[in-house]
C-alpha cells in the first residue's frame, strides 16, 4: 500500500504563487509515478501535473504548462507542485496521486493511489 498525504494549500491572491507538496509512504513509493489531479466545484476531476519515478519526465495539462511545475525529492519521498501566476480558475482541491506506471499518471480511472486533497483558493 502507498499512503499519500498532501499539505500547503491555502489562499492566495490572483497572480501569487504557493507549493503544495505530497508525502508518501509505503511500499517502494520512490520507484512509482506520481502527479497531481485537481476538482473544482461542480466540475470533473481533472489531470494537472505528472512526474516519472526518476524525475526525467514530466507532463502537464495545457491550462498550467508554464506556470505549473512538478518536482520530486526521493529520498524524501515527496512530490511538489509550484504554482506562479495564479488565476481564481485554478480554485480547486488539489489531489496527490501515484501509480507504478508513468502511462497512468493522466487517466483517473487507472491510478492506483489517491491522497485525501488539500484546498487551493485563489482570489480575484
Known amino acids: 500500500q502507498v499512503q499519500l498525504v498532501e499539505s500547503g494549500g491555502g489562499l492566495v491572491q490572483a497572480g501569487g504563487s504557493l507549493r503544495v507538496s505530497c508525502a508518501a509512504s509505503?511500499?517502494?513509493?520512490?520507484?512509482?509515478?506520481m502527479g497531481w489531479f485537481r476538482q473544482a466545484p461542480g466540475k470533473e476531476r481533472e489531470f494537472v501535473a505528472g512526474?516519472?519515478?526518476?524525475?526525467?519526465?514530466?507532463t502537464y495539462a495545457d491550462s498550467v504548462k508554464g506556470r505549473f511545475t512538478i518536482s520530486r525529492d526521493n529520498a524524501k519521498n515527496t512530490v511538489y507542485l509550484q504554482m506562479n501566476s495564479l488565476k481564481p480558475e485554478d480554485t480547486a482541491v488539489y489531489y496527490c496521486?501515484?501509480?507504478?506506471?508513468?502511462?497512468?499518471?493522466?487517466?483517473?480511472?487507472?491510478?492506483?493511489?489517491w491522497g485525501q486533497g488539500t484546498q487551493v483558493t485563489v482570489s480575484s
Open positions: 496521486t501515484a501509480d507504478s506506471k508513468m502511462a497512468n499518471i493522466k487517466t483517473m480511472r487507472m491510478i492506483g493511489y
Open positions: 509505503g511500499r517502494t513509493v520512490s520507484s512509482y509515478a
Open positions: 512526474i516519472s519515478w526518476t524525475g526525467g519526465s514530466t
